[in-house]
T-cell receptor
Framework: KAGVTQTPRYLIKTRGQQVTLSCSPISGHRSVSWYQQTPGQGLQFLFEYFSETQRNKGNFPGRFSGRQFSNSRSEMNVSTLELGDSALYLC????????????FGPGTRLTVL | DAKTTQPPSMDCAEGRAANLPCNHSTISGNEYVYWYRQIHSQGPQYIIHGLKNNETNEMASLIITEDRKSSTLILPHATLRDTAVYYCIVRVLSGSARQLTFGSGTQLTVLP
């Protein structure tokens, strides 16, 4: 079956703009988690959604938000972009909340100029 | 989640076994040991996980010491495509901190 898909794969924005990233989990998976990966901080957890509700949240400012739809697809939004938001944003899906196996998508590479 | 310590880099000859160590001396009784790998510019890929017993799947074997303070991931016949950063993670499956907490990982380079 198809894996986790993320769109767009690459994105260039300028400071102050906002951006929305999309993630489609593996069919049947109900949990979606988001991670940010930067060379300096590594992979950091942003939040996890299950049944359209945020269940777990990492230590990121309120500019980072997300939502999940009834079909389990998820979006994350970053408002008032800063240069430091340049990163690879990864989405992972699992069958259940905090599932044993998380399957990652290829990521969206965001560059903020 | 408990902190893990891994060597920053390792080399392995193609066709030989790659043994990647991980120390997790502060692991709690309800924390699992997970291994993921990330090939350059791709999302992390789940490899294997275990609690107490050794585990094996089609990709690798996981050996956990009896005191659970360390573990070793074994790739039995490394290929060039196994070159990646390997992350050892300890994680509970319940409670508030259930997300994966990635450390720096080990850069494994498989040499021809």
């Amino acid at each position: 079956k198809a894996g986790v898909t993320q769109t767009p794969r690459y994105l260039i924005k300028t400071r102050g703009q906002q951006v929305t990233l999309s993630c489609s989990p593996i069919s049947g998976h109900r949990s979606v988690s988001w991670y940010q990966q930067t060379p300096g901080q590594g992979l950091q957890f942003l939040f996890e959604y299950f049944s359209e509700t945020q269940r777990n949240k990492g230590n990121f400012p309120g500019r980072f938000s997300g939502r999940q739809f009834s079909n389990s697809r998820s979006e994350m939004n970053v408002s008032t972009l800063e240069l430091g938001d340049s990163a690879l944003y990864l989405c992972a899906s699992s069958l259940v909340l905090a599932g044993e196996e998380q399957f990652f998508g290829p990521g969206t590479r965001l560059t903020v100029l | 989640d408990a902190k893990t310590t891994q060597p920053p880099s390792m080399d392995c000859a193609e066709g030989r076994a790659a043994n990647l160590p991980c120390n997790h001396s502060t692991i709690s009784g309800n924390e699992y040991v997970y291994w993921y790998r990330q090939i350059h510019s791709q999302g992390p890929q789940y490899i294997i996980h275990g609690l107490k017993n050794n585990e094996t799947n089609e990709m690798a074997s996981l050996i956990i010491t009896e005191d659970r303070k360390s573990s070793t991931l074994i790739l039995p016949h490394a290929t060039l495509r196994d070159t990646a950063v390997y992350y050892c993670i300890v994680r509970v499956l319940s409670g508030s901190a259930r997300q994966l907490t990635f450390g720096s990982g080990t850069q494994l380079t498989v040499l021809p």
